[in-house]
């Protein structure tokens, strides 16, 4: 699939065919951040994880190398970053599927 060119320093949203762009200032890389009309898209349940995840987030701020190695906070806050990164892949193909009308 091809993707139209757009001015330096923008990003895509992820959803193929979608026109929106975001500053890749705000820390977003191209295909990695979901437009708002599409994160709204997200079911019930995936709604209920992040908010969970978020709060766990929150009772463990910081960054995980911010930590001594080894640490109880060092392990939650690694453990908290894997939970995000997949709850993101699975958040994004959630998304587009649902935006393509692929799921039933």
Same mark, same amino acid.
Request: aromatic letters at 8%.
């Given at each position: 699939?091809?993707?139209?060119?757009?001015? /330096?320093? @923008?990003?895509?949203?992820?959803?193929?065919?979608c026109? +929106?762009?975001? /500053?890749?200032?705000?820390?977003?890389?191209?295909?990695?951040?979901?437009?708002?009309?599409?994160?709204a898209?997200? /079911?019930p349940?995936?709604?209920?994880?992040?908010?969970?995840? =978020?709060?766990?987030q929150? @009772?463990?701020p910081?960054?995980?190398w911010?930590? /001594?190695?080894? =640490?109880?906070? @060092? +392990?939650?806050? +690694?453990?908290?970053?894997?939970e995000?990164?997949?709850?993101w892949?699975?958040?994004?193909?959630?998304?587009?599927?649902?935006?393509?009308?692929?799921?039933?």
């Amino acid at each position: 699939m091809e993707r139209r060119v757009v001015k /330096p320093g @923008r990003a895509h949203c992820a959803v193929p065919f979608c026109r +929106i762009t975001a /500053p890749t200032a705000d820390g977003f890389v191209d295909q990695d951040f979901l437009c708002r009309r599409h994160w709204a898209l997200r /079911p019930p349940a995936l709604r209920t994880e992040w908010l969970e995840h =978020s709060r766990r987030q929150r @009772r463990n701020p910081g960054a995980f190398w911010d930590h /001594p190695p080894g =640490s109880a906070g @060092r +392990i939650a806050r +690694i453990t908290i970053h894997r939970e995000h990164q997949t709850l993101w892949q699975r958040t994004r193909a959630t998304c587009i599927e649902i935006a393509m009308e692929v799921t039933a």
